[in-house]
């Protein structure tokens, strides 16, 4: 039964802490994702790694950073620089060539609450 | 650079009537489009998508979208809706990085009985 897995599917974080959410695939897909998403703007792109040991910043890297060891796992780690952490977060995979029109799959999500 | 607006944050339809969600896109590439859906709490499924081979595209649970070049538009819509529709709703183009993908502000899909 593929797909991701996400955990935990809830986190509760005190200020100044560094937290890791843990993403894993086994659909064999190359590419990864992470996402955070807040109500009423969608998903921004917070990182992505098209192949191991190598990923790049997306559009809200700040305050965020993650490392791509192993195909199947992508953990990201928010850490006390991020300034608003509190959020939704989604990791997503793509199989395929970059330049393919697969599309990505996505885990059931974390939410993170900065107490 | 690639763009998706989804007009209207917010539509409520009738139950068994139809469902229109709106999506016009920017793409200085021949555009990869995609409708994904969230249940609260979820992650994104995705609904269907275009990839050129088709204009008129369906998808699971009875949707469907037209891919209209010349209007920019791949419109999102089902005959007949049920209250299990009631979701977010969001549209995708294929980014300038044909890694990534451009996600719309998503559309709140709610069903009145």
């Known amino acids: 039964d593929g797909g991701i897995t996400q955990s935990p599917k809830y986190l509760f974080r005190k200020e100044g802490q560094n937290v890791t959410l843990s993403c894993e695939q086994n659909?064999?897909?190359?590419?990864m994702y992470w996402y955070r998403q807040d109500p009423g703007q969608g998903l921004r792109l917070i990182y992505y790694?098209?192949?191991?040991?190598?990923?790049q910043k997306g559009d809200i890297a700040e305050g965020y950073s993650v490392s791509r060891e192993k195909k199947e796992s992508f953990p990201l780690t928010v850490t006390s620089a991020q300034k608003n952490p509190t959020a939704f977060y989604l990791c997503?995979?793509?199989?395929?060539?970059?330049?393919?029109?697969?599309?990505?799959?996505f885990g059931p999500g974390t939410r993170l609450t900065v107490l | 650079a690639q763009s998706v607006t989804q007009l209207g944050s917010h539509v409520s339809v009738s139950e068994g009537a139809l469902v229109l969600l709106r999506c016009n896109y920017s793409s200085s590439v021949p555009p990869y489009l995609f409708w994904y859906v969230q249940y609260p709490n979820q992650g994104l499924q995705l609904l269907l998508k275009y990839t050129s081979a088709a204009t008129l595209v369906k998808g699971i649970n009875g949707f469907e979208a037209e891919f209209k070049k010349s209007e920019t538009s791949f419109h999102l819509t089902k005959p007949s809706a049920h209250m299990s529709d009631a979701a977010e709703y969001f549209c995708?183009?294929?980014?300038?990085?044909?890694?990534?993908?451009?996600f719309g502000s998503g559309t709140r899909l709610s069903i009145r009985p």
């Open positions: 659909l064999n897909h190359d590419a």
């Open positions: 995708a183009v294929r980014g300038s990085s044909a890694s990534k993908i451009i």
């Open positions: 997503a995979s793509r199989g395929g060539l970059a330049g393919a029109q697969n599309e990505q799959f």
């Open positions: 790694s098209q192949i191991v040991n190598d990923f």
